[in-house]
């Protein structure tokens, strides 16, 4: 339930931006980039911010517009009854099949890495009923769960993720540049889920922000952090891995780590730890956009309280993460999802703001 | 003549009727007093406990003894004494309770200037017996004051104070004669420090107050008295330092505790029944036996609760960073303190999960260890009849019955009872290839780090979901230990203490509350620690202003 007297700050959108965008696509991006940018994948990585960068400054600037309704009511505004409500529901569905994409993602890693005996649907019902009971009570209290976890997950995440440059061999880097920069830019299509969160989420919480100027300076912030950390990851896992091998495996990341062992040490197969401290990061990125579906919902439906929404959207969630048939199916999906969500970012968001702009120029007096 | 006959046939029947009506009248109102002295009677049988609200002070002395000796049912404990006031040529009475008042104060300041003989006036007439004629001339004890209600005279009849009834006049003088025989101020039993002071509260609420006004000497420190309790009646303290506190704890506070019906507050525990989640297992206020830990929380802007007849005072809003701090910790080095503290929390974390991780590890994960280490533990483990869950269930079981047990026995066999089950059940059953020495290692080191966590009511939940824990990993392997682990965060977050998040300062609302952080989470240079907690919304939220050099 969205309480309308909750606001935000922004340091708080900071945390709330930072987790959704780390998702499913942390254990699977490198293959996907090591295909199209071969030893360039870490420049892809890098360069695939600056679209995100730009998708984010575009919605903040479209919102600040409407600075008292979501982005829900402001796409009804802007287009009318029906085709308003139509792009909401394209909007709820795309950010359903994120979601989707993020559960199989999970429950095929917890299969490999953890879990190989358990059913996908025990595992499935575990983490939605877990986020169900974290997203009925509203935002106040998820936010506080996602600023409690913040720094002691990411805090554990970067120390195990750090461990892994002790394993790196530098050859895997070479040749840069060796195909041109036409691979590289390709390259920045698939890393555009990597990065979704920020410019979608900024339209439900910017009514409820308290400073609404610092909203695109704490947005650029968690937009540089993520890429910081996918950047590494990407370094480490083709400095463990090579591109060869990154290309030919599902989850490289998972693998990268399991390959670490540092002679008279402790530190052996980082895999599991990784892995576990992925369970903790990927949840509050669930719970994030379970949260905004439901509250969407909602709020298209006009519903007091988005508790039954929540429970609603369960099934639903399942069915769609169970459709692809196997890996390449959701290879696939991946890539139209990657299509989709630019074409939400930069070609949808862009012509919205032109058609506010426009029509707060008619609104003027001469 | 007709018409004569005729009146006086009218006026012999008038005579008649009247009569009949008015026999028929006073059988009714007969009946009527007979039927209300019917309900009087079944009433009084009725009703065994006696409410002193339905009386009031009378004029006359004697409806007065009447009606306090209603009241008091014939206890031997309870004092009516009659007496003659001299100067004022009445009688009066008093009422005390035997063992709760002071006799000392009784028989000089009240019997013998009572009914002490006037010297020069005795032609001049008696005065009348008047509140303030009794307070400034006759009685000589310190604390006089006035009751107008029945049911107050004797509240402070009951609290050991003394009531002087006298006839003629419908006000009670209650006369502060009170002394009750408590406790010694001794060290805090459950929260021992190192270096902190030595005092620790009482049973009774007036020592306990003084202990409170002894360390802070200001006007604004507000004592607000309540009464909690239909049966007991016991005496609560709000108490609060004005200027500081925000106000709405401690109306929220005021009424929690005046919307309460229940026999007896100590008996039930008051902290539970205030609490915002009674299902919780986390507690959401906070008891403490130190008066410097008290007396902190008021300068923080908190609101202390101290009820009669435990040395448990509570203060709220508490906070799950406040569980996790030691009195001491102010006492060191901020450094170490510091350092300390964050230890704290992790051997918390630890204390909770650790039995879990270590069959969540032996069960599913054993690549998760170095392999010398799995290789070792794997064949400790071999041979043995129980899995890792079984094994973990039985000496956590055993920690935990071994650590009740400790607490009920008295001091020196308590001790005992940890050899016996430490070394003696340990070693035996390691001997005895029941379970493997890994999870004695295990379950010694649980027990050690649960028991750094300060105080109890705190690690009594993380005892509760080290269980639940265990289940989990035994089920699903780390991936279960992990969502159980987010399950009691989100549990956490949901959480709330008087309004205020449970989380509060570990969750900052915005990028200024981190300071929130100096004095909760970390222990900052003193000079540092300048601003009160900004989620307790404090009037006023300097806390110290002279560490700009």
Same mark, same amino acid.
């Given at each position: 339930?969205?309480?309308?007297?909750?606001?935000?700050?922004?340091?708080?959108?900071?945390?709330?931006?930072?987790?959704?965008?780390?998702g499913?696509?942390?254990?699977?991006?490198?293959?996907?980039?090591?295909?199209?940018?071969?030893?360039?994948?870490?420049i892809?990585?890098?360069?695939?911010?600056?679209?995100?960068?730009?998708?984010?400054?575009?919605?903040?600037?479209?919102?600040?517009?409407?600075?008292?309704?979501?982005?829900?009511?402001?796409?009804?505004?802007?287009?009318?009854?029906?085709?308003?409500?139509?792009?909401n529901?394209?909007?709820?569905?795309?950010?359903?099949?994120?979601?989707?994409?993020?559960?199989?993602?999970?429950?095929?890693?917890?299969?490999?890495?953890?879990?190989?005996?358990?059913?996908?649907?025990?595992?499935?019902?575990?983490?939605?009923?877990?986020?169900?009971?974290?997203?009925?009570?509203?935002?106040?209290?998820?936010?506080?769960?996602?600023?409690?976890?913040?720094?002691?997950?990411?805090?554990?995440?970067?120390?195990?993720?750090?461990?892994?440059?002790?394993?790196?061999?530098?050859?895997?880097?070479?040749?840069?540049?060796?195909?041109?920069?036409?691979?590289?830019?390709?390259?920045?299509?698939?890393? =555009?889920?990597?990065?979704?969160?920020?410019?979608?989420?900024?339209?439900?919480?910017?009514?409820?922000?308290?400073?609404?100027?610092?909203?695109?300076? =704490?947005?650029?912030?968690?937009?540089?952090?993520?890429?910081?950390?996918?950047?590494l990851?990407?370094?480490?896992?083709?400095g463990?891995?090579?591109?060869?091998?990154?290309?030919?495996?599902?989850?490289?990341?998972?693998?990268?780590?399991?390959?670490?062992?540092?002679?008279?040490?402790?530190?052996?197969?980082?895999?599991?730890?990784?892995?576990?401290?992925?369970?903790?990061?990927?949840?509050?990125?669930?719970?994030? =956009?379970?949260?905004?579906?439901?509250?969407?919902?909602?709020?298209?439906?006009?519903?007091?309280?988005?508790?039954?929404?929540?429970?609603?959207?369960?099934?639903?969630?399942?069915?769609?993460?169970?459709?692809?048939?196997?890996?390449?199916?959701?290879?696939?999906?991946?890539?139209?999802?990657?299509?989709?969500?630019?074409?939400?970012?930069?070609?949808?968001?862009?012509?919205?703001?032109?058609?506010?702009?426009?029509?707060?120029?008619?609104?003027?007096?001469? | 003549?007709?018409?004569?006959?005729?009146?006086?046939?009218?006026?012999?029947?008038?005579?008649?009727?009247?009569?009949k009506?008015?026999?028929?009248?006073?059988?009714?109102?007969?009946?009527?007093?007979?039927?209300?002295?019917?309900?009087?009677?079944?009433?009084?049988?009725?009703?065994? %406990? /006696?409410?002193?609200?339905?009386?009031?002070?009378?004029?006359?002395?004697?409806?007065?003894?009447?009606?306090?000796?209603?009241?008091?049912?014939?206890?031997?404990?309870?004092?009516?004494?009659?007496?003659?006031?001299?100067?004022?040529?009445?009688?009066?009475?008093?009422?005390?309770?035997?063992?709760?008042?002071?006799?000392?104060?009784?028989n000089?300041?009240?019997?013998?200037?009572?009914?002490?003989?006037?010297?020069?006036?005795?032609s001049i007439?008696?005065?009348?017996?008047?509140?303030?004629?009794?307070?400034?001339?006759?009685?000589? /004890?310190?604390?006089?004051?006035?009751?107008?209600?029945?049911? !107050?005279?004797?509240?402070r009849?009951?609290?050991?104070?003394?009531?002087?009834?006298?006839?003629?006049?419908?006000?009670?003088?209650?006369?502060?004669?009170r002394k009750?025989?408590?406790?010694?101020?001794?060290?805090?039993?459950?929260e021992?420090?190192?270096?902190?002071?030595?005092?620790?509260?009482?049973?009774? %609420?007036?020592?306990?107050?003084?202990?409170?006004?002894?360390?802070?000497?200001?006007?604004?420190?507000?004592?607000?008295?309540?009464?909690?309790?239909?049966?007991?009646?016991?005496?609560?303290?709000?108490?609060?330092?004005?200027?500081?506190?925000?106000?709405?704890?401690?109306?929220?506070?005021?009424?929690?505790?005046? !919307?309460?019906?229940?026999?007896d507050?100590?008996?039930?525990?008051?902290?539970?029944?205030?609490?915002?989640?009674?299902?919780?297992?986390?507690?959401?206020?906070?008891?403490?036996?130190?008066?410097?830990?008290?007396?902190?929380?008021?300068?923080?802007?908190k609101?202390?609760?101290?009820?009669?007849?435990?040395?448990?005072?509570?203060?709220?809003?508490?906070?799950?960073?406040?569980?996790?701090?030691?009195?001491?910790?102010?006492?060191?080095?901020?450094?170490?303190?510091?350092?300390i503290?964050?230890?704290?929390?992790?051997?918390?974390?630890?204390?909770?999960?650790?039995?879990?991780?270590?069959?969540?590890?032996?069960?599913?994960?054993?690549?998760? %260890?170095?392999t010398?280490?799995?290789?070792?533990?794997?064949?400790?483990?071999?041979?043995?009849?129980?899995?890792?869950?079984i094994? /973990?269930?039985?000496?956590?079981?055993? %920690?935990?019955i071994?650590?009740?047990?400790?607490?009920?026995?008295?001091?020196?066999?308590?001790?005992?009872?940890?050899?016996?089950?430490?070394?003696?059940?340990?070693? !035996?059953?390691?001997?005895?290839g029941?379970?493997?020495?890994?999870?004695?290692?295990?379950?010694?080191?649980?027990?050690?780090?649960?028991?750094?966590?300060?105080?109890?009511?705190?690690?009594?939940?993380?005892?509760?979901?080290?269980?639940?824990?265990?289940?989990?990993?035994?089920?699903?392997?780390?991936?279960?230990?992990?969502?159980?682990?987010?399950?009691?965060?989100?549990?956490?977050?949901?959480?709330?203490s008087?309004?205020?998040?449970?989380?509060?300062?570990?969750?900052?609302?915005?990028?200024?509350?981190?300071?929130?952080?100096?004095?909760?989470?970390?222990?900052?240079?003193?000079?540092?620690?300048?601003?009160?907690?900004?989620?307790?919304?404090?009037?006023?939220?300097?806390?110290?202003?002279?560490?700009?050099?």
């Amino acid at each position: 339930m969205m309480n309308h007297n909750i606001t935000i700050s922004p340091m708080q959108f900071f945390v709330i931006a930072v987790n959704a965008m780390f998702g499913s696509t942390l254990l699977t991006l490198p293959s996907d980039l090591a295909r199209i940018a071969n030893e360039d994948m870490w420049i892809s990585m890098l360069l695939g911010s600056i679209l995100m960068f730009i998708a984010f400054w575009i919605s903040v600037k479209l919102s600040a517009n409407f600075s008292d309704i979501t982005i829900i009511d402001y796409h009804i505004l802007l287009l009318g009854r029906i085709p308003g409500f139509i792009l909401n529901l394209l909007m709820i569905l795309l950010m359903m099949a994120i979601v989707a994409l993020y559960l199989r993602t999970f429950t095929i890693a917890i299969k490999v890495y953890l879990l190989d005996l358990t059913p996908p649907i025990v595992i499935n019902i575990f983490n939605l009923g877990l986020a169900i009971y974290a997203v009925q009570y509203g935002l106040a209290p998820l936010l506080r769960l996602q600023q409690f976890l913040f720094v002691q997950e990411y805090g554990v995440f970067l120390t195990i993720v750090s461990l892994g440059i002790l394993s790196i061999e530098s050859k895997h880097y070479q040749p840069m540049l060796a195909e041109g920069i036409t691979p590289v830019l390709q390259g920045m299509i698939p890393t =555009w889920l990597t990065y979704s969160g920020p410019e979608i989420l900024i339209g439900f919480l910017y009514p409820f922000i308290t400073t609404k100027k610092a909203a695109l300076k =704490w947005g650029f912030c968690s937009i540089s952090m993520v890429t910081f950390i996918y950047v590494l990851i990407t370094l480490i896992v083709q400095g463990i891995l090579g591109p060869t091998e990154t290309k030919h495996t599902i989850i490289p990341t998972m693998m990268a780590y399991r390959f670490i062992e540092i002679p008279d040490t402790f530190i052996e197969r980082l895999d599991g730890y990784l892995m576990t401290i992925w369970v903790i990061i990927g949840f509050t990125s669930l719970i994030n =956009w379970i949260y905004f579906i439901s509250f969407g919902i909602a709020q298209m439906l006009k519903l007091e309280s988005n508790r039954c929404t929540v429970v609603l959207l369960l099934p639903f969630l399942y069915y769609l993460q169970a459709i692809p048939p196997n890996a390449y199916a959701i290879q696939i999906i991946t890539q139209w999802m990657n299509w989709s969500g630019i074409l939400w970012g930069l070609g949808v968001t862009p012509l919205l703001l032109a058609l506010a702009w426009l029509k707060a120029k008619r609104k003027k007096p001469c | 003549m007709v018409k004569k006959n005729v009146h006086s046939i009218s006026n012999s029947l008038d005579d008649n009727t009247t009569v009949k009506l008015r026999n028929l009248q006073s059988t009714i109102a007969h009946a009527r007093q007979v039927e209300s002295d019917m309900e009087a009677i079944t009433r009084s049988l009725k009703e065994h %406990l /006696a409410d002193p609200s339905i009386y009031q002070i009378d004029d006359h002395l004697a409806t007065n003894v009447a009606h306090l000796e209603e009241i008091f049912a014939g206890s031997n404990d309870i004092h009516i004494r009659e007496l003659f006031i001299i100067s004022l040529q009445r009688k009066a009475v008093i009422v005390f309770v035997e063992n709760m008042t002071d006799q000392a104060i009784i028989n000089a300041h009240i019997m013998q200037k009572l009914t002490i003989t006037p010297t020069n006036n005795s032609s001049i007439l008696p005065p009348q017996p008047t509140y303030e004629y009794l307070k400034n001339s006759l009685l000589t /004890a310190a604390s006089v004051s006035a009751a107008n209600q029945m049911e !107050a005279a004797t509240k402070r009849v009951l609290s050991g104070d003394t009531a002087l009834f006298v006839d003629g006049l419908s006000t009670v003088l209650i006369i502060a004669t009170r002394k009750v025989d408590s406790r010694a101020i001794s060290p805090p039993e459950t929260e021992s420090d190192i270096s902190g002071p030595r005092d620790g509260f009482t049973e009774e %609420l007036r020592i306990n107050v003084s202990l409170i006004r002894r360390r802070i000497k200001n006007p604004n420190l507000v004592v607000k008295r309540v009464t909690v309790g239909q049966r007991s009646e016991t005496d609560v303290a709000i108490i609060y330092f004005r200027g500081i506190v925000n106000m709405k704890f401690v109306h929220e506070a005021e009424q929690r505790l005046k !919307a309460l019906v229940i026999d007896d507050p100590t008996v039930y525990g008051l902290r539970g029944l205030l609490e915002d989640h009674p299902y919780s297992p986390f507690p959401t206020t906070m008891t403490t036996e130190r008066p410097d830990k008290f007396t902190n929380a008021l300068l923080m802007g908190k609101v202390g609760i101290v009820v009669d007849g435990t040395p448990y005072c509570i203060t709220i809003p508490a906070m799950f960073s406040d569980f996790l701090q030691a009195g001491d910790d102010f006492y060191q080095k901020w450094l170490t303190a510091t350092l300390i503290r964050l230890g704290r929390y992790v051997t918390a974390f630890l204390g909770l999960s650790f039995p879990a991780l270590y069959v969540a590890i032996t069960s599913f994960h054993p690549a998760f %260890l170095p392999t010398p280490l799995a290789l070792i533990i794997g064949t400790t483990r071999e041979g043995l009849p129980f899995p890792s869950f079984i094994e /973990a269930i039985i000496m956590i079981s055993l %920690l935990e019955i071994m650590q009740e047990a400790g607490i009920r026995l008295p001091k020196t066999v308590g001790s005992t009872v940890s050899i016996v089950g430490g070394l003696v059940i340990g070693d !035996a059953a390691v001997r005895a290839g029941l379970v493997s020495p890994p999870i004695v290692i295990v379950t010694s080191f649980t027990a050690i780090a649960s028991f750094t966590i300060v105080h109890y009511n705190m690690s009594l939940p993380l005892r509760l979901l080290r269980f639940m824990l265990m289940i989990l990993g035994a089920s699903f392997g780390i991936f279960g230990v992990t969502m159980g682990l987010l399950a009691i965060s989100i549990h956490l977050a949901n959480l709330e203490s008087f309004g205020e998040p449970y989380l509060a300062p570990l969750a900052p609302r915005n990028f200024g509350a981190l300071r929130d952080l100096k004095a909760t989470t970390f222990i900052s240079p003193p000079k540092k620690i300048d601003k009160r907690p900004a989620y307790l919304e404090t009037e006023d939220s300097t806390r110290q202003s002279n560490n700009k050099e």
